[in-house]
């Protein structure tokens, strides 16, 4: 009487990989010379993906957290089980803008990431992106000037393991609102008593305004926020 005592072995009983890697699992049949294997594989939550349904598998995660897969060899009718357990680590990245994730284009934005690592690695290092650009800093907090209508800023975060995290965030710059106002009173009422451009949105500042009179004679010249009281040389204009 042959006696079929098949032993299955797995190259890992359990592993941990980071978001986006693949494992390769390989089952191996030992005890005997077999003429038919058959491979099944289960796995305990959906996230889980297996390619292949031989001796040999890839197999990922699309989500955080733990999974166990079940492997089940029939050999010659005689059935064996082994579990492998894949685990894919968990941190969380939050980001912040400030003052806003609207901004006036030309404005500065603060951006502050706060991580969330799990309780057994560390985080080594930090990234900050913009559309995709490296900008070179290694910190939580970014300060960068929004040049464009849409900017997209990425945070990566690698932990010691070498897993790479990252989160999103889109800053929107929009052009300024402003306003110039077609008459004002220098009456000393504080009531409309200065004239210059009023910015409704962002931070901004003039560059240069120069008033003439009717006859053409300049009466003002002045920049940032400087305004105009309705004197020249030190008379009413």
Known sequence: IDVIDPVLTLNATDTLICPGEEFILISTVSNGSFNEITYEYEAETNDVIIEGNGSQVTISKTGPGSSSVSVTINADGCERTAVFTLSVPNLLIDLDAIPDVVVGEG??????GTVMPDT?????GYEWCRNDIDLGVNSLQLIDRVLLDSQVYTLKVTDDR???FTKDITILGVPPEYEVPNVFSPNGDENNDTFGVVFKTGQYEVQSMVIFNRWGQKVFEGS??????GMHDGKPA
């Open 107 to 112: 404005d500065e934005v603060t951006i502050e």
């Open 120 to 124: 057994i690695h560390s985080v080594v």
């Open 224 to 229: 940032g926020t400087q305004r105009w009281d």
């Open 162 to 164: 070498g897993c790479v």
